[in-house]
């Protein structure tokens, strides 16, 4: 996200080259050690590791030119929002079998919980988001 969308249009190509050739290259060194003890999760461990890693390097190159107090505000909201739908996937989850059932649901359900539970706390884009699909 944040190579793509801030650091390149500002002329920094060889920065996101270098981000992305280091994200690489410890992607690689955390695989070629995480596999070899835990398989599969190793490797997806390492995946996900480098992805913090690139996006912690972007955010910290990029902290100047966005102002990411904007998305921290009402974070608790979303955190709680979050909690509220992981309750009914995990409900979901050991309740039903059938799996394309429970897929939908949890899809319905899950992001019904998510929206509603930010409704509810009044969350200012949310409530933007239903005042714009008012005027449609």
Known sequence: FFG?????????????MLVNLFAAVLNFILNYILILYYSARGAAFASVLSQVVVCSIYYFLTRKIVNYKCFFTNIGQYIFSCF?????L???????NALLIRFILSFVLGGGCYLMSLFFM???YMLNLIEKIKVL
Do not use: D
Request: hydrophobic content about 55%.
């Open 4 to 16: 793509n969308l801030i650091v390149l249009p500002y002329g920094k190509e060889k920065v996101t």
């Open 84 to 88: 509220i739908m992981l309750i009914v």
């Open 90 to 96: 995990f409900i979901l989850k050991y309740s039903i």
């Open 122 to 124: 009044k969350n200012i």
